[in-house]
């Protein structure tokens, strides 16, 4: 108990002296890698998916068993 309040002590000393608006640059650079990392990341899924293609549409097509059964129903 004695821990925590002396962690709540230190934590709202510090946001009482730190300064509430941080002043910070971005350069053109990190746009440019974001950018970067937006297409590797889009390049990446669609590469997955085309590897797992097959396997993902045996995922969401209905069973064949389950075919032969309401063909049989009828």
Do not use: C, H
């Not at 971005?26 to 990446?44: C, E, K, M, R």
């Not at 549409?57 to 389950?66: C, D, L």
């Amino acid at each position: 108990m004695k821990r925590l309040f002396r962690f709540m002590i230190m934590t709202l000393f510090a946001a009482s002296v730190l300064p509430n608006a941080l002043l910070a640059y971005i350069d053109p650079g990190t746009g440019s890698y974001i950018l970067q990392l937006i297409i590797a990341a889009f390049v990446g899924v669609s590469f997955t998916v085309k590897i797992f293609w097959k396997r993902i549409k045996r995922f969401f097509s209905p069973k064949k068993a389950e075919k032969t059964e309401t063909l049989d129903e009828k």
